[in-house]
C-alpha cells in the first residue's frame, strides 16, 4: 500500500542543476531513514545520500558539495538538489524510505520507480 513517486529528472547540461521530490503515500505511522540511490547502465544502483528521521545526513563522497538531501515530514517529502551536474551523474535515480506502517514498532523498506537524469551537452 506505500508507494513513493519520484519527480523532477530531465535532461540537463553539465554544470546545470535539478531538484528531485519524491513524495510517500498510503499506510505512512512514520518515515524513518530516507534516501537516493542511483543505476547508471552497465553499473551497480549506488547510494548518493541519506537523511535520517534526526534530520542528519550522508553522503557519497562523488556528490559531496555538489548535492543536497532534504525532507519535509508535514509532506511525507524527500528532495535532492543536485549542482554542478557532471555527465558521470547520468542514472536513473531512485527515491528510498523506512517506514513504519503501524503502532507495533516494525519497518519496513520502500523503492519509487525511478527517474531519468541525463547530464549531456
Known amino acids: 500500500q506505500v508507494q513513493l513517486v519520484e519527480s523532477g529528472g530531465g535532461l540537463v547540461q553539465p554544470g546545470g542543476s535539478l531538484r528531485l521530490s519524491c513524495v510517500v503515500s498510503g499506510s505512512i505511522f512514520r518515515l524513518y531513514t530516507m534516501g537516493w540511490y542511483r543505476q547508471a547502465p552497465g553499473k551497480q544502483r549506488e547510494l548518493v545520500a541519506h537523511?535520517?528521521?534526526?534530520?542528519?545526513?550522508n553522503y557519497a563522497d562523488s556528490v559531496k558539495g555538489r548535492f543536497t538531501i532534504s525532507r519535509d515530514n508535514s509532506k511525507n517529502m524527500v528532495s535532492l538538489q543536485m549542482n554542478s551536474l557532471k555527465p558521470e551523474d547520468t542514472a536513473v535515480y531512485y527515491c528510498n524510505a523506512d517506514v513504519r506502517t503501524g503502532v507495533i514498532t516494525a519497518t519496513a523498506n520502500f523503492w519509487g520507480q525511478g527517474t531519468q537524469v541525463t547530464v549531456s551537452s
Open positions: 537523511i535520517f528521521s534526526s534530520g542528519s545526513t
